[in-house]
């Protein structure tokens, strides 16, 4: 499997020792179906900005699961995970945008949203056109494999 570039670019920024380099391939590998699980799900039911209940609850119990400590109702529906890694250096941040947009989807994806809101005073559908299911999904992977390795990395 090829290792995405975002999984590379945070081991680089993050100064991952060889061992946990390693590691890289293997982890990734198990966490993938379940990346491609989220993104689907947050695909599917798709929040306008500042209405991001669901996705931001899915969040909070997937870091709360691994431990990570998290913070709710950052700019109303946001929210902020830590992990402490067990060595000392500079702490990182990662963050994805959860907001979908008022678009109706016509993909005829299996996941395709079927979601309806009102927008403005109107009756519009709500869809994930830019990529920000997927950017939440990848960085629930990523924290998982963060967590999961956290006495290796510094911050």
């Not at 109702?73 to 959860?98: F, N, Q, S």
């Not at 395709?112 to 056109?129: E, F, Q």
Request: charged residues 25%; glycine residues 8%.
């Amino acid at each position: 499997m090829k290792v995405s570039s975002l999984f590379l670019a945070i081991l680089i920024s993050t100064n991952l020792s060889a061992e946990l380099k390693s590691k890289l391939d293997r982890q990734i590998e198990e966490l993938m179906p379940k990346v491609i699980e989220w993104r689907h799900d947050i695909h599917q039911y798709p929040e306008l900005g500042n209405r991001e209940f669901r996705t931001s609850k899915k969040i909070e119990e997937h870091l709360v699961s691994l431990g990570i400590e998290v913070e709710t109702k950052i700019a109303y529906t946001g929210l902020v995970g830590l992990i402490k890694g067990g060595k000392p250096g500079p702490t990182i941040a990662l963050r994805a945008d959860m907001d979908a947009l008022p678009v109706e989807e016509k993909t005829g994806l299996p996941f395709a949203s079927k979601v309806r809101t009102t927008y403005l005073g109107n009756d519009v559908g709500v869809m994930h056109a830019c990529g920000h299911d997927a950017h939440v999904a990848i960085l629930m992977g990523v924290a998982e494999f963060l967590a999961k390795n956290k006495s290796d990395i510094k911050g």
